[in-house]
């Protein structure tokens, strides 16, 4: 029992004495070098920097042991302006370090003196910020309810958006993909918010991440319309005679737009000259004004016979 005592008490002594000789040790003054991270700060509005352009320098200091610790965990980081950039006969963007110490000085804590900074110049990549508009590409994938579809054109707002960055990432840009999209069943009107996919361009600013698709849904039915149809290219001389008289189309619509489809609202036309000019003895019916509410048409009869009376 006696010589545990006597053990513990050593290594308790022993334990404050080298508590001792650490605080003696750490409050002496030391010179040292400091690896800090660079943080680049009033960039010019017309300039951008690529890559985020994260650098360290190295920086001469004289502090206490203390000093030297604590800067190490907690100011680590210090800002510089990137206003004071300039440009060599390369075009390539660099900044005077030595004329920075009395801001790196400022940042660090109080008693850390810089006495030099190792490199005497910093580069750093600013390429010119410009912007352009670019369209919205959607990836959709739908399966619609059976006898269900699009009654128009499905929607992207906005369907283009403003793009800010470098010029060299910008003229690789053509257009934006979205998100995938899938949706299964589909009988009626949709809305998706669906965010742009932007890989491998750092630095680049959008307008807005998210756009929204929409598509007007409805079940389509099936109608028909007899129409008249008209013959252009005839000279005054000539008098035709046709076996027929309207046109019937049969078209496909979505339900709720079934009653609005009335003959006026198609045009058919032949054209007599063709016919003529390909030595063809019936005419060629074309639909040349339709709804645009339609899906699809078929018209017939797809041919005219007709006479010449003399």
Not at 2 to 31: D, H, R
Not at 278 to 286: A, D, H, S, V, W
């Amino acid at each position: 029992m006696a010589t545990n005592k006597i053990s513990n008490q050593f290594l308790l002594f022993l334990g404050v004495s080298a508590l001792i000789w650490l605080l003696i040790t750490l409050s002496k003054e030391y010179t040292t070098s400091l690896d800090l991270y660079v943080k680049f700060t009033n960039v010019p509005q017309d300039k951008m920097l690529v890559n985020n352009n994260v650098q360290q320098i190295k920086v001469d200091v004289k502090a206490s042991g203390f000093k030297i610790i604590r800067t190490r965990i907690q100011n680590s980081s210090i800002d510089l302006d990137a206003s004071f950039f300039q440009q060599n006969k390369q075009k390539k963007h660099y900044l005077l370090l030595e004329k920075q110490i009395q801001s790196i000085q400022h940042q660090l804590y109080s008693d850390v003196v810089v006495q030099r900074v190792v490199e005497d110049t910093l580069f750093a990549n600013l390429d010119v910020l410009e912007s352009k508009r670019v369209a919205i590409t959607p990836n959709m994938s739908i399966n619609y309810h059976v006898g269900y579809g699009l009654i128009d054109k499905i929607k992207i707002q906005p369907d283009s958006i403003l793009v800010s960055g470098s010029k060299t990432n910008l003229d690789t840009i053509t257009h934006l993909p979205l998100a995938a999209v899938k949706l299964n069943d589909v009988k009626e009107n949709f809305e998706r918010k669906v965010k742009v996919v932007l890989t491998n361009l750092e630095g680049l600013k959008l307008e807005t991440e998210e756009v929204v698709i929409t598509g007007n849904v409805d079940k389509f039915t099936e109608g028909s319309v007899k129409v008249p149809f008209e013959i252009k290219a005839v000279s005054s001389d000539v008098k035709l005679t046709t076996l027929t008289e309207n046109i019937n189309i049969t078209f496909v619509v979505g339900l709720s737009d079934f009653n609005k489809v009335v003959p006026s609202l198609f045009k058919v036309e032949c054209d007599y000259r063709y016919s003529e000019d390909q030595n063809l003895t019936y005419l060629i019916p074309k639909l040349v004004k339709k709804p645009k509410f339609i899906k699809s048409y078929k018209i017939s009869p797809q041919t005219i016979d007709f006479l010449i009376q003399k």
